[in-house]
């Protein structure tokens, strides 16, 4: 299986974290060795200059006193003894409170240090009185977004971009601000304005894919947690399903959509394609017919039909099915490279395109020959058939001709001239919502994804209600960071982060000793990068192979001891082998690095509670229970409550776990989207 078929379309970054404390104290080491060699002796001047004024002996004691203290801080951030930074900043402060640089050293002592609340407290000091330092606005923008307060996050890295707007830490703190408040179309241009930044196209192609996919998956617990019922999320679990080839239980996913939202359009393709990848071929051409009785020109499920000819055989039905896609599609640029593989083995491909050779050359069978020679593993001569099918000029094309035909603007939109109703939409002033929606289906017709998460992302704007769009927008962002990773794949092929990619989409079907080979593998390619010793810890833990994840999480700390998730790994599997007070060290440790994780925060409520402690279970506890989908925080926060005689909230926490648990909807919700998936 490619690499980008692989790559989960929900889960993938669904722990992944805003890691970037090691890049900033690296950065943060770069500008000290800078300043220690070629700003010190100049600073250490300034600061016998800035000493208070005394008699000589005082005051030759007083400047040699902070000059010593400067330094032994410098040199104490240097060797990593932040504890003992603080010390010594602290020491030049009394002697001399007004020193600027020397409380932009403590505040990065105490950010480093995962204090952020004081890191806060003293860069804010710095910034009000020299508001341009880079360095200041950006830690002081990062602690608070580690205190989960976007909103007052966002003026200090905006500053910092208003100096530097390629300062890729700066960008992609912003970028977290806009994720955290759910404004997503300015989360993606901030991460679409990284990717343009990097260097390394490959190493940027993945972290792109990795951003795409933060937001579909926030959107995706969204649907999980908010809207259970709905046909929408029925119909996102069926996606997901299908993407992890369970054909049986997406049916019947699919099944329940219909139920709940019969006019659904499209929803009969995706069923119809669950059907036909099961074998059930009647009961595919029904549902596929189906749709094309509400929308005759539905490509997916005239491509549904085309590909149901394959399947039994059909050459003739195929070819008339290929003439009907193609004279429906406007959208022959990027048909083809959306084709579906169909479920054929490579020898059934190979005899039908044999028997396809025999009909008489043209666009129809250039097409189907390219399809048919991917489905067979043969890439070299599917591409020689794809180039063919390109090469036809436009204006043969009979989809191409009918996009051309004037009709009403909204006519255009129902029979999906997708250029003709993007067209009419933009030439409105002021679009309605409804114009709005249409265009994102329009954009996502021609294959203008990033454009229609724009537009899809103006309808939230409007309405952060609208299920229909949060749906389109988890697919579309799912799409955008499979097309990420593809390229990952193409232009590094046996590199390590393709093997890593195909770990976490083998972790996310559950395979987990695939994914144990993948990531192996990818270890094999680079020993020394901590998150693939996380990544691996977490595929046993998934496992319940409690001392192998052990030995890879602890392997991650000892490259990067910063890491939260693995410090929050670690602490879970220690809290599942019933060790409450060492789990509650690495929980603590966990949080005190990101303070928004909110997995640790239930961890450490649950361990407290265990341990007797139910007021401090309450806090960590109630942080975490917005995502309790199993009832088993709440059942925790229920225990806590009751211990202390809180009987009110105790009871009201009881009847909420009680619903959850008896609502199975809930858990398969949040094992099918990976949420809450740490054993």
Same mark, same amino acid.
Request: charged fraction near 25%; include cysteine; proline fraction near 4%.
């Given at each position: 299986?490619s690499a980008?078929?692989?790559?989960?379309g929900?889960?993938?970054?669904m722990?992944?974290e805003?890691e970037?404390?090691?890049?900033?104290?690296?950065?943060?080491?770069r #500008?000290?060795?800078?300043?220690?060699? %070629? !700003?010190l002796?100049? *600073?250490?001047?300034? /600061?016998?200059? +800035?000493?208070?004024?005394a008699g000589?002996?005082e005051?030759?004691?007083?400047e040699g006193?902070?000059?010593a203290?400067?330094?032994a801080g410098q040199e104490a951030?240097q060797a990593?003894d932040y504890?003992?930074?603080v010390?010594?900043?602290?020491g030049?402060?009394r002697?001399?409170?007004v020193?600027?640089?020397a409380?932009?050293?403590?505040?990065?002592?105490?950010?480093?240090l995962?204090e952020y609340?004081?890191?806060?407290?003293?860069?804010?000091k #710095?910034v009000?009185e020299?508001?341009? %330092? !880079?360095?200041?606005n *950006?830690f002081l923008g /990062?602690?608070y +977004?580690k205190?989960?307060?976007?909103e007052?996050?966002?003026?200090s890295?905006k500053r910092v971009l208003l100096s530097?707007r390629s300062?890729l830490?700066a960008?992609r703190?912003?970028a977290?601000?806009?994720?955290?408040q759910?404004?997503y179309r300015e989360?993606?241009?901030?991460?679409?304005?990284?990717?343009d930044?990097q260097?390394?196209?490959t190493?940027?192609?993945y972290q792109l894919?990795?951003?795409?996919l933060k937001?579909?998956?926030q959107l995706?617990?969204?649907?999980a947690?908010?809207?259970?019922?709905?046909a929408?999320?029925?119909?996102?679990?069926?996606?997901v399903?299908?993407?992890?080839?369970s054909?049986?239980?997406?049916?019947?996913e699919y099944?329940?959509?219909l139920?709940?939202g019969?006019e659904?359009?499209?929803l009969r393709?995706?069923?119809?394609?669950?059907?036909l990848r099961?074998g059930e071929l009647p009961e595919?051409?029904a549902a596929f017919l189906?749709?094309?009785?509400r929308?005759p020109?539905n490509?997916?499920a005239?491509l549904?039909?085309?590909?149901l000819?394959l399947v039994?055989?059909?050459?003739?039905?195929?070819?008339?099915?290929?003439?009907?896609?193609?004279n429906?599609?406007?959208?022959l640029?990027?048909?083809?490279?959306r084709?579906?593989?169909?479920?054929l083995?490579?020898?059934?491909s190979g005899a039908l395109?044999?028997r396809?050779?025999?009909?008489?050359?043209g666009?129809?069978?250039h097409?189907?020959?390219?399809l048919?020679?991917?489905a067979a593993?043969?890439?070299?001569k599917?591409?020689?058939?794809f180039?063919l099918?390109e090469?036809s000029?436009?204006?043969?094309?009979p989809?191409?001709?009918?996009?051309?035909?004037?009709?009403?603007g909204a006519q255009?939109?129902?029979?999906?001239?997708?250029e003709a109703?993007?067209?009419w939409?933009?030439s409105?002033?002021?679009?309605?919502?409804s114009d709005l929606?249409?265009?994102?289906r329009?954009?996502l017709g021609?294959?203008?994804?990033a454009e229609?998460t724009?537009?899809?992302?103006?309808v939230?704007a409007?309405?952060?209600?609208?299920?229909?769009?949060?749906?389109?927008?988890?697919?579309t962002?799912q799409?955008l960071a499979?097309?990420?990773?593809r390229?990952v794949?193409?232009l590094s092929?046996?590199s390590w982060?393709v093997?890593?990619?195909?770990?976490e989409?083998?972790?996310?079907?559950?395979?987990h000793?695939?994914?144990v080979?993948e990531?192996?593998?990818?270890?094999?390619?680079?020993p020394?990068?901590?998150?693939?010793y996380?990544?691996?810890g977490h595929?046993?833990l998934?496992?319940?192979?409690?001392?192998?994840a052990?030995?890879?999480?602890?392997?991650?700390l000892q490259?990067d001891?910063?890491?939260a998730?693995?410090?929050f790994l670690?602490?879970?599997l220690l809290?599942?082998?019933?060790?409450e007070e060492?789990a509650?060290v690495y929980?603590?440790?966990?949080?005190?690095?990101?303070p928004?994780?909110?997995e640790?925060?239930?961890?450490l409520?649950?361990?407290?509670?265990?341990m007797?402690?139910a007021?401090?279970?309450i806090p960590?506890l109630?942080?975490?229970?917005?995502?309790d989908?199993?009832?088993?925080?709440?059942?925790?926060l229920?225990?806590a409550?009751?211990d202390?005689?809180?009987?009110?909230l105790?009871?009201?926490a009881?009847?909420?776990?009680?619903e959850?648990?008896r609502?199975?909807?809930a858990r398969?919700?949040a094992?099918?989207?990976?949420?809450?998936?740490?054993e």
């Amino acid at each position: 299986m490619s690499a980008h078929r692989a790559l989960p379309g929900l889960n993938l970054a669904m722990h992944a974290e805003v890691e970037v404390l090691v890049a900033f104290h690296r950065m943060y080491l770069r #500008v000290l060795q800078v300043t220690t060699r %070629l !700003a010190l002796p100049i *600073l250490l001047s300034a /600061l016998l200059l +800035l000493c208070p004024r005394a008699g000589a002996s005082e005051e030759q004691s007083i400047e040699g006193r902070v000059v010593a203290l400067f330094r032994a801080g410098q040199e104490a951030m240097q060797a990593g003894d932040y504890d003992q930074a603080v010390k010594e900043f602290y020491g030049v402060l009394r002697l001399n409170p007004v020193l600027v640089e020397a409380r932009a050293n403590l505040g990065l002592a105490f950010y480093t240090l995962g204090e952020y609340n004081s890191a806060v407290t003293e860069l804010t000091k #710095v910034v009000r009185e020299r508001p341009s %330092l !880079a360095g200041s606005n *950006l830690f002081l923008g /990062l602690s608070y +977004l580690k205190l989960s307060l976007p909103e007052k996050a966002i003026p200090s890295l905006k500053r910092v971009l208003l100096s530097d707007r390629s300062n890729l830490e700066a960008r992609r703190a912003l970028a977290s601000c806009y994720l955290a408040q759910s404004r997503y179309r300015e989360a993606a241009r901030e991460f679409r304005t990284l990717f343009d930044l990097q260097t390394g196209r490959t190493e940027g192609w993945y972290q792109l894919g990795k951003d795409y996919l933060k937001i579909s998956t926030q959107l995706a617990a969204l649907m999980a947690s908010e809207y259970r019922e709905s046909a929408w999320t029925h119909r996102l679990a069926g996606d997901v399903l299908a993407f992890r080839e369970s054909w049986k239980d997406a049916v019947g996913e699919y099944s329940q959509a219909l139920e709940v939202g019969p006019e659904q359009a499209g929803l009969r393709v995706s069923l119809g394609l669950a059907y036909l990848r099961q074998g059930e071929l009647p009961e595919a051409e029904a549902a596929f017919l189906e749709e094309l009785q509400r929308d005759p020109h539905n490509e997916r499920a005239l491509l549904g039909l085309l590909e149901l000819s394959l399947v039994r055989g059909d050459t003739t039905s195929a070819f008339g099915r290929m003439e009907q896609l193609l004279n429906v599609s406007s959208d022959l640029p990027t048909l083809h490279r959306r084709l579906l593989s169909i479920p054929l083995s490579s020898e059934q491909s190979g005899a039908l395109a044999d028997r396809i050779l025999e009909v008489p050359s043209g666009r129809p069978t250039h097409l189907l020959l390219a399809l048919l020679y991917k489905a067979a593993s043969l890439p070299e001569k599917a591409e020689e058939y794809f180039q063919l099918f390109e090469k036809s000029a436009s204006s043969t094309n009979p989809g191409a001709a009918r996009q051309k035909e004037p009709v009403p603007g909204a006519q255009a939109c129902r029979d999906h001239r997708y250029e003709a109703c993007a067209a009419w939409i933009q030439s409105k002033q002021r679009p309605e919502v409804s114009d709005l929606m249409m265009l994102g289906r329009a954009r996502l017709g021609l294959n203008q994804l990033a454009e229609a998460t724009e537009a899809f992302g103006a309808v939230l704007a409007a309405g952060k209600d609208n299920i229909e769009v949060i749906y389109w927008l988890v697919r579309t962002y799912q799409t955008l960071a499979d097309e990420s990773f593809r390229r990952v794949e193409e232009l590094s092929p046996d590199s390590w982060r393709v093997h890593q990619l195909r770990g976490e989409a083998h972790k996310l079907r559950q395979a987990h000793d695939k994914a144990v080979k993948e990531l192996r593998l990818a270890i094999q390619l680079r020993p020394n990068e901590p998150e693939l010793y996380e990544s691996l810890g977490h595929t046993y833990l998934l496992k319940s192979s409690y001392e192998e994840a052990k030995g890879e999480l602890e392997r991650a700390l000892q490259l990067d001891p910063s890491r939260a998730r693995a410090l929050f790994l670690l602490g879970r599997l220690l809290l599942n082998q019933r060790e409450e007070e060492k789990a509650v060290v690495y929980l603590q440790k966990a949080l005190r690095r990101d303070p928004s994780l909110l997995e640790a925060h239930a961890s450490l409520g649950t361990a407290y509670r265990r341990m007797g402690q139910a007021a401090r279970a309450i806090p960590a506890l109630e942080k975490a229970v917005a995502q309790d989908f199993y009832g088993d925080l709440n059942y925790q926060l229920y225990l806590a409550y009751r211990d202390l005689r809180k009987e009110e909230l105790a009871q009201k926490a009881l009847a909420r776990s009680q619903e959850l648990r008896r609502s199975s909807v809930a858990r398969y919700r949040a094992r099918i989207f990976g949420l809450g998936d740490v054993e």
